[in-house]
């Protein structure tokens, strides 16, 4: 197996005419589009890139990945634009669409430290339930550093997004119990 260093591959883009970085988006009804991502970071972590984890409609500061941030300093950093409560997907709060805001403005933000891997996580059903626009969120991407992945995560990815990505991975359960208790360091 050969080994590619990440900025000679982003090199080679370049001279290919290829000059954003690359967009995945995770989505699909199924279990897991979090997970996957986080091991993204994991791996990306793991060779010392720094990766940065927005997420949307979620504020609960117990879950694993949240804490974990802590050991994985400086590279892994997570920031959290939602609150504690579930949102009430068909009449969303106006403190949801104001965080919902103030989560893309970040990404703006974060995508400007140049980071290795910038994780959207639910940024799909954000749009989905209309705490943002489509466009607002393509509008962001527009800006990628060719050394960046961002990755969007959430069921319900819009059509638009589907389009604008590079890889898309619709994630589907084959098998699921009626009922599978929420288990600490698996579902959270």
């Known amino acids: 197996m050969r080994v590619v260093d990440v900025p000679n591959l982003h090199a080679r883009f370049e001279k290919m005419g290829r000059k954003n970085g690359f967009v995945h988006v995770y989505t699909g009804i199924g279990g897991g589009k979090t997970t996957s991502t986080l091991g993204v970071a994991l791996r990306s972590v793991g060779h010392r890139c720094k990766v940065i984890m927005i997420q949307f409609m979620k504020g609960r500061k117990e879950i694993g990945e949240y804490k974990a941030q802590k050991r994985l300093k400086p590279y892994f950093e997570i920031h959290q ?31 400007k430290k140049k980071p290795c ?16 626009k489509p466009n607002e969120v393509l509008d962001v991407l527009k800006n990628i550093p060719n050394k960046t992945t961002v990755y969007l995560t959430g069921r319900y990815a819009p059509k638009e997004f589907i389009e604008r990505a590079d890889l898309v991975t619709e994630i589907i359960d084959i098998k699921r119990p009626k009922s599978i208790p929420v288990r600490k360091g698996i579902e959270y």
Request: no cysteine.
């Open 81 to 111: 634009f939602g609150r504690r409560e579930f949102i009430d997907l068909k009449n969303p709060a106006p403190i949801d669409y104001e965080l919902a805001r103030k989560g893309l403005e970040f990404a703006k933000k974060a995508l």
């Open 117 to 132: 891997v910038l994780i959207l996580d639910e940024i799909n059903l954000a749009v989905a339930v209309g705490l943002l």
